[in-house]
């Protein structure tokens, strides 16, 4: 830990610090405590060197980045370790989770957790953990998730909390098991819950459908699908809705559907920041120096202080596995056995529909009847302000989410019971391919790209996941619209909320997109094979291609070379920041330079000579970035500002730098404004020069920093600022603003030498350890820390058999 870290939290600690300090930004402020003298003591011990367990033996020992490996003698006795270990870390994470998908985030932080939990309550996310524990807990899983909840009470158990629980004067929740299982909902929620359809329906509203239609694609032109045209994956055609049905279900503008744009608004705040993704790529050993396959993944996730992840290594008898999991999981989600190695990216498939109905007060129609909805009332706790109410009502579909006036209905693939920590599980255990496949194809949610490559040869691309069939009067449709729920439009066959599904329902294993040993495939959230290989309507949208398409040019430039695709060549993948957007459009920045004022233009220049390449060093990466943010700006602003639209409703960079250049945008711009694309151009170069300057800023790096922070912001929390390569468009993933980024970077290896892994932060949750941020300047410099397991060496930590069993 840093001296000037350390002068902060000594006083925080004795007091001292003032309100000048602690900013009111964050609105802690007027929650935040002095922490008692004896905390620094009770930090600066660590964990005691002997527990008592309940469940036998086991042990613990810390590499030199506070990596855990964890040796159990039996699957109890790891999970209770694991949950021991991971809240000695990151307890206060953990709540913080289990509190915001609960809807009880107010109870601590007071007013400005209100709407959070006015959502997650009506959302009710625990019913639907609730609904996983009954499926689970007679099972192996089952078992391994309550020891898990036993070692994280017991780790509290002396009294000892975490800074921010002191600060705010709360304690923890008691662990359980339903609260690793919210976990779990949380992550499938930030993935697949996605609220554009409702975005769409409000932005048809307040410009008009073509408007929508042209900013909203369902489908980007563009040849670097996931499955190139070689995958051996055919189609028969038998459910995918057609081109006239998926017309007239855009064309569709009925009043019973409209949404309002305030609660598409409210709504989208509840979803993940822009740029969640991931990419992965995997290579068959006929392509590498050494014959073995070699396997990449990075997920772009939210970048924390603490990170997202937690880095681990855990043994037991015929179980030997490293990666990461998210705190609260005792698992090992992405990461790498003795057999194979396996990674995830975000599959983009539909797993959500949204329904209005003909309703009268507590009544609703649906199709012949009338129906009461479920109704109760809750009351959300606010620390420090007046107590709410929030009215939890359901219809046949879900929950019915409920703002300014509207009722909307929601189904969600997550709001049932699902397998998805059993196969987790199981693909710890896993032997090679064929228990792997077993283990993913009971993967329900959420819907992944699932790369896999073992010390055998094989190699594995397979979309995990329950995905819905959709039906209207017995006919396929798309889920790309807000269905009229009292018309029973757009019915999931199979769908039980908050229940068991019947996945025999859903899109079988077999009709899911998948190859078996590609030479290679890589994945970055873009569109998986094209509609007309698919036998089912699969996703509304996909991301834009950016990175997909960079990760295949460096692929098949190597593969058609006379070099092998090496362990330094996938790192060089991985650390790869050429912006597909600037090769793109940079030569229409210079096309528009006589436009431009004189200022202007000597930026452009900055651009000529330019490689396209997000570097820290870069001026020209400095003047593109500014240079997409104000362009973006002046393309939509006059219209979106004229319609009450903001920023969350910008299409993609992709739309962005696709529109025709004498399309509406420019011909006869909506709200005014320039004239041309050009003259656009122009003055958003122009636009650019102005934010630079007055930010000071010389080269990217300036700009381009690690800006990971705590959720309390406060200076002494957040992670420090490093000076970092890439953009929202680049392989090497990190995006200002929306503070979501590449939270954890795998390389992994099949010739006997150690894998390699970066975290964007530390292992430890505390700002008191050294291990705070220790991995962070790695990670701003595109470097790795081996992944290998410590076995050797007295444990750090020893949990004796002895107590009650729990």
Do not use: C
């Amino acid at each position: 830990m840093d001296r000037s870290r350390r002068a902060v939290l000594a006083a925080v600690l004795s007091g001292s610090v003032g309100a000048a300090f602690l900013s009111p930004a964050s609105g802690y402020l007027d929650r935040f405590a002095p922490l008692s003298g004896d905390y620094w003591d009770a930090a600066a011990s660590g964990s005691p060197s002997t527990v008592e367990s309940p469940h036998g033996s086991a042990t613990v020992r810390y590499d030199d980045d506070r990596v855990p490996t964890v040796e159990g003698e039996s699957d109890a006795a790891l999970a209770y370790a694991v949950g021991y270990t991971q809240a000695t870390d990151r307890r206060f994470q953990m709540d913080l989770f289990v509190r915001r998908m609960r809807g009880e985030l107010a109870a601590a932080v007071g007013e400005q957790g209100v709407e959070s939990d006015r959502f997650h309550r009506q959302m009710d996310f625990t019913a639907a953990a609730e609904a996983n524990w009954s499926a689970l807990s007679d099972t192996e899983t089952g078992a391994a998730l309550s020891a898990f909840a036993d070692g994280v009470r017991d780790a509290t158990g002396d009294g000892t909390l975490a800074a921010e629980f002191q600060l705010l004067d709360y304690e923890p929740r008691e662990w359980s098991p339903v609260d690793t299982l919210l976990v779990q909902k949380q992550i499938g929620w930030g993935l697949t819950g996605s609220f554009r359809t409702l975005r769409n329906a409000a932005l048809a509203e307040a410009l008009d459908a073509d408007a929508a239609a042209e900013l909203y694609p369902e489908r980007l032109d563009h040849d670097s699908p996931i499955l190139r045209p070689s995958a051996s994956f055919g189609s028969q055609g038998q459910e995918t809705p057609t081109e006239a049905q998926k017309t007239a279900m855009r064309d569709e503008t009925e009043e019973s559907r409209a949404v309002d744009l305030a609660f598409a608004r409210w709504a989208s705040a509840f979803e993940s920041p822009d740029g969640i993704g991931s990419n992965s790529w995997v290579v068959s050993g006929e392509y590498t120096d050494t014959g073995d396959p070699l396997l990449a993944n990075d997920p772009h996730l939210s970048l924390l202080a603490p990170p997202l992840w937690y880095r681990q290594h855990l043994r037991a008898p015929e179980l030997a596995v490293g990666g990461v999991a998210f705190p609260g999981v005792p698992f090992v989600v992405i990461g790498e056995n003795d057999a194979g190695a396996w990674g995830f990216t975000n599959a983009g498939a539909d797993s959500i529909d949204f329904y209005r109905y003909d309703a009268d007060g507590e009544t609703y129609r649906y199709g012949d009847e009338t129906r009461e909805f479920d109704r109760r009332t809750e009351t959300i706790e606010v620390s420090g302000g007046p107590n709410r109410e929030v009215t939890v009502r359901k219809s046949v579909h879900g929950p019915v989410l409920e703002r300014y006036g509207q009722r909307v209905g929601v189904a969600w693939v997550g709001l049932q019971a699902n397998r998805t920590p059993a196969a987790v599980r199981e693909l710890n255990y896993s032997d090679g391919r064929e228990s792997a496949m077993t283990a993913l194809q009971k993967f329900d949610h959420p819907t992944q790209n699932a790369v896999y490559a073992d010390r055998e040869g094989n190699t594995q691309y397979y979309m995990t996941g329950l995905v819905p069939r959709r039906f209207t009067d017995g006919e396929a449709v798309a889920g790309n619209r807000v269905f009229d729920g009292s018309a029973k439009e757009g019915e999931w066959a199979g769908f039980e909320p908050y229940s068991v599904p019947d996945r025999t329902a859903f899109v079988p294993s077999a009709e899911k997109p998948q190859e078996a040993d590609p030479d290679y495939v890589a994945t970055a959230n873009q569109r998986i094979v094209a509609d007309d290989q698919l036998d089912h309507y699969l996703a509304e949208a996909y991301s834009a291609p950016w990175r997909g398409k960079r990760i295949y040019d460096l692929l098949d430039e190597r593969a058609t070379s006379d070099e092998p695709i090496d362990f330094e060549y996938l790192r060089r993948v991985q650390r790869d920041v050429s912006d597909e957007r600037a090769a793109l459009f940079v030569p229409t920045i210079l096309d528009a330079r006589s436009e431009m004022d004189a200022t202007a233009r000597a930026a452009a220049d900055e651009l000529v000579e330019w490689d396209y390449r997000m570097t820290r060093d870069s001026r020209a990466a400095l003047y593109f970035a500014f240079f997409i943010d104000a362009y973006r700006s002046r393309v939509f602003d006059p219209a979106f500002d004229a319609a009450g639209l903001d920023d969350r409703f910008y299409p993609n960079d992709w739309v962005l730098l696709h529109l025709p250049p004498d399309g509406r945008w420019f011909a006869d711009p909506p709200g005014g404004g320039p004239r041309t694309r050009a003259e656009t151009i122009a003055a958003a170069m122009a636009d650019a020069v102005e934010a630079v300057d007055e930010a000071g800023y010389e080269v990217y790096g300036d700009y381009n920093r690690t800006a990971i922070d705590h959720p309390f912001d406060q200076s002494f929390l957040n992670y420090p600022r490093y000076p970092t390569d890439g953009s929202p468009a680049t392989v090497r993933n990190v995006r200002q603003g929306s503070g979501v980024g590449s939270s954890y970077r795998l390389l992994a290896r099949f010739d006997g030498q150690p894998s390699e892994s970066v975290i964007p932060g530390g292992n430890a949750g505390s700002p008191f350890s050294e291990h705070y941020d220790d991995q962070l300047r790695d990670w701003a410099d595109g470097e790795y820390r081996p992944q290998e397991a410590t076995t050797t060496g007295d444990p750090d930590v020893r949990f004796a058999a002895g107590g009650d069993d729990a």
